[in-house]
T-cell receptor, first 113, second 114 residues
């Protein structure tokens, strides 16, 4: 069935360093890939998304890259700050289907001051 | 422009009782999704509804769980005869017709079954 794998499960970086989170999806029909940030006890918040017709998208300190051939996509956060500490989830969706999200298992990012 | 609303935020039930979770989508959104998040885990899709229609319920347990999204009022996720394993955070998300891929999440309902 559809599956999204996410690595690493935990990640600690020093403030100012970069963080990279990687996801792999199984459904070749997937064509929309959002990333969500979830702080403890809060709702998931969309931070960036990418569609399959582009290979990279950037928004200030956050960027996402997509390799459709390899079915990989990654989140890059540069110049990390303590407030970036949270759990990050990747997801894959098929816009010709029911649009349901298949989520990765999450990455707990800790930015050390 | 209020975001997705869910109530109650916290719900405590004893085994065997019913739980009713409500979700009011963002204004203009006619598509609602329900997801379940077990402690320390990711979100799992349960059901996708449009007004008065269940579009995809492939993630719903076969028994005790049901969902609806009536013409008027919020979407409701109903869990009958709750068991301890139902304890989780239940999130709903909504999206605009025509832009279904972008989903906005509510604050969740944290269900605790004693």
């Amino acid at each position: 069935g559809e599956n999204v794998e996410q690595h690493p499960s935990t990640l600690s970086v020093q403030e100012g360093d970069s963080a990279v989170i990687k996801c792999t999806y199984s459904d070749s029909a997937s064509n929309y890939f959002p990333w969500y940030k979830q702080e403890l006890g809060k709702r998931p918040q969309l931070i960036i998304d990418i569609r399959s017709n582009v290979g990279e998208k950037k928004d200030q300190r956050i960027a996402v890259t997509l390799n459709k051939t390899a079915k990989h996509f990654s989140l890059h956060i540069t110049e990390t700050q303590p407030e970036d500490s949270a759990v990050y989830f990747c997801a894959a969706s098929t816009t010709s289907g029911t649009y349901k999200y298949i989520f990765g298992t999450g990455t707990r990012l800790k930015v050390l001051a | 422009n209020a975001g997705v609303m869910q109530n109650p935020r916290h719900l405590v039930r004893r085994r065997g009782q019913e739980a009713r979770l409500r979700c009011s989508p963002m204004k203009g959104h006619s598509h609602v999704y329900w997801y379940r998040q077990l402690p320390e885990e990711g979100l799992k899709f349960m059901v996708y509804l449009q007004k008065e229609n269940i579009i995809d319920e492939s993630g719903m347990p076969k028994e005790r769980f049901s969902a609806e999204f009536p013409k008027e009022g919020p979407s409701i996720l109903r869990i009958q005869q709750v068991v301890r394993g139902d304890s989780a955070a239940y999130f709903c998300a909504s999206s605009l017709p025509g832009v279904q891929e972008t989903q906005y999440f509510g604050p969740g309902t944290r269900l605790l079954v004693l």
